[in-house]
Every structure is written in C-alpha cells, then in structure tokens.
T-cell receptor, first 117, second 113 residues
Framework: DVKVTQSSRYLVKRTGEKVFLECVQD?????MFWYRQDPGLGLRLIYF???????EKGDIPEGYSVSREKKERFSLILESASTNQTSMYLC????????????????FGPGTRLTVL | DAKTTQPNSMESNEEEPVHLPCNHS???????IHWYRQLPSQGPEYVIH???SNVNNRMASLAIAEDRKSSTLILHRATLRDAAVYYC??????????????FGTGTRLKVLA
C-alpha cells in the first residue's frame, strides 16, 4: 500500500523558533510537494521538488525553505516561525511519467497541524 | 492557470446519487479535469480524471460537457463515508513535468442518513 508519512500530526512552536516538518514516501516517487491548507483558501502550493536536491517555488514560498537530500524525504523549514504560519501542512508525492502524461495522481500524507504561539 | 468554480456545499441523502458540478469556462484544449476529495482529518485523495469523454471508475463517474466548459462528478449511491470536500482541478500535462495542481476551496458534501 502506498504511503506518505509526516513526522507529526500536531506541533506547537513559539514565534521565532526554527521548525522542521518532515515528509517521507515509500513509493520511489520523483516529485514531492508541500502545501498549506487554510479555511476559505483551500490548498496552496509552497514548494515542490522534482528530483534530489532540486526544488522550485510554488505560489506562497515566502518564509519557507525546503530540503531534499534523499529521494524519499522532503523537508519543509520555517526559519523563524511566525503566527501567520499557523496552518495545516500537507505533503504529497507523485511519479514522473514524462511530459504529456495525463495520469499523475498525487498521494498525500495525513497532514501536520502547526500552531505558532 | 484556468480557474474552476464549485458550489461551497451540497447535501445528499444516503443511498441516492449525487451530482457535483464544476464550471471551468476558461479551460484550454489541453487541460485535463481532475477530481480529488478530502475526507475529514485526512489528506486529499484522487477520485477520477478525464479530457473529453465521460469516464467511469470504481469510485465515481465524470461527465464532461461537450464544450468542456463544465463537468459533473457523479457518485452513484452516496454513503456516509463519501462525506468530504470535493475538489475540481484543471491540469495541463504539457507542463514542465512538475504536475502542479491548483486546488480551489472545493464543495463540502454532507450525506444525510
């Protein structure tokens, strides 16, 4: 059974702390994604990675960075957490099937609910 | 990126069919229509996708209008387990290979026992 796991379901941090959110997938997928989900705004893409050590900014990268040192692991880093980063964070992965493939299911983890006080 | 419009919420009775609409009037000829759903306390999961023809799988059916400006996700017999937020998403597979999805706010489906 395919699996995307996230290091914590719930996390509470203080303003200014450095926060690491970890995501691991066991499907040998090339693509990995970080989203945040907020009421009324849906899911918004923060960063994605299409290969080890490769990354691209999504729609809302400000205040975040990422790291992908191994294919199966994609980390989201909040360098200095702020209260407006309180949110649900979702990680996803997908196969690279080549440009033009219509089928590209993204598999999501259960999410990490981060509260910054 | 082309935009989709969905109702904020819908209700259905258990064991009855549900038709979830999605408008995408600015869809391009190469955009595929994808549907995902998000059950409570879980990440989204894939439901179905299509381009022009109607599509069926074990979870649902996708009916696409002839002009492709709208589509409808059909759950043939709603169960309580189908209560979720349903997202309609457009994706152009010709992109850079990153397969970026743009999720809107979706339709929250409530199933009544």
């Amino acid at each position: 059974d395919v699996k995307v796991t996230q290091s914590s379901r719930y996390l509470v941090k203080r303003t200014g702390e450095k926060v690491f959110l970890e995501c691991v997938q066991d499907m040998d997928h090339e693509n990995m994604f970080w989203y945040r989900q907020d009421p009324g705004l849906g899911l918004r893409l923060i960063y994605f990675s299409y290969d080890v050590k490769m990354k691209e900014k999504g729609d809302i990268p400000e205040g975040y960075s990422v790291s992908r040192e191994k294919k199966e692991r994609f980390s989201l880093i909040l360098e200095s957490a702020s209260t407006n980063q309180t949110s649900m964070y979702l990680c996803a992965s997908s196969l690279f099937l080549g440009s033009g493939s219509s089928y590209n299911e993204q598999f999501f983890g259960p999410g990490t609910r981060l509260t910054v006080l | 990126d082309a935009k989709t419009t969905q109702p904020n919420s819908m209700e259905s009775n258990e064991e009855e069919p549900v038709h979830l609409p999605c408008n995408h009037s600015t869809i391009s000829g190469t955009d595929y229509i994808h549907w995902y759903r998000q059950l409570p306390s879980q990440g989204p999961e894939y439901v179905i996708h299509g381009l022009t023809s109607n599509v069926n799988n074990r979870m649902a059916s996708l009916a696409i209008a002839e002009d492709r400006k709208s589509s409808t996700l059909i759950l043939h017999r709603a169960t309580l387990r189908d209560a979720a937020v349903y997202y309609c998403i457009l994706r152009d597979p010709r992109g850079s290979g990153t397969y970026k999805y743009i999720f809107g706010t979706g339709t929250r489906l409530k199933v009544l026992a």
